[in-house]
C-alpha cells in the first residue's frame, strides 16, 4: 500500500489549500493518521494528527486555522489549511501507522508567498 499526498502549490498569504492524502488500498489496524511538514532549514514537525482515540491534535501554530479529517473507510486523510501564512510553507507529508507498519506519503510543497 502507498500513500499519495497532493493539493500542495502556491498560495498567497492568507490563502487556503486542503491537501489530501490517498491510500492506494485499505490499511487495517491503522493506529494513528498525521500530516507532517518539513520548513526550509528545519526539521519536520507534526502539524496535525488523528490519536489512536480518534481525537484530533494540532501544533499550536495552527491552531484554529487548519482543520484534520478523513473519510470513513480510513483511506483518505485531509488537510484544510485557511488564513496561511509564510511561516506555514514547507513540504507537507503524510503518515498513516498501523500495526502492520508505518507508511509514509511522498511530500508536496505548499507555498506562502506574496
Known amino acids: 500500500v502507498q500513500l499519495q499526498a497532493s493539493g500542495g502549490g502556491l498560495v498567497q498569504p492568507g490563502g487556503s489549500l486542503r491537501l489530501s492524502c490517498a491510500a492506494s488500498?485499505?490499511?487495517?489496524?491503522?493506529?494513528?493518521m498525521g500530516w507532517y511538514r518539513q520548513a526550509p532549514g528545519k526539521q519536520r514537525e507534526l502539524v496535525a494528527r488523528?490519536?489512536?482515540?480518534?481525537?484530533?491534535d494540532y501544533t499550536d501554530s495552527v491552531k484554529g486555522r487548519f482543520t484534520i479529517f478523513r473519510d470513513d473507510a480510513r483511506t483518505t486523510m485531509y488537510l484544510q489549511m485557511n488564513s496561511l501564512k509564510p511561516e506555514d510553507t514547507g513540504i507537507y507529508s503524510c503518515?498513516?501507522?498501523?500495526?502492520?507498519?508505518?507508511?509514509w506519503g511522498q511530500g508536496t510543497l505548499v507555498t506562502v508567498s506574496s
Open positions: 503518515n498513516f501507522a498501523a500495526t502492520t507498519g508505518v507508511y
Open positions: 488523528f490519536t489512536a482515540g480518534g481525537s484530533k
Open positions: 488500498g485499505r490499511i487495517f489496524s491503522i493506529n494513528t
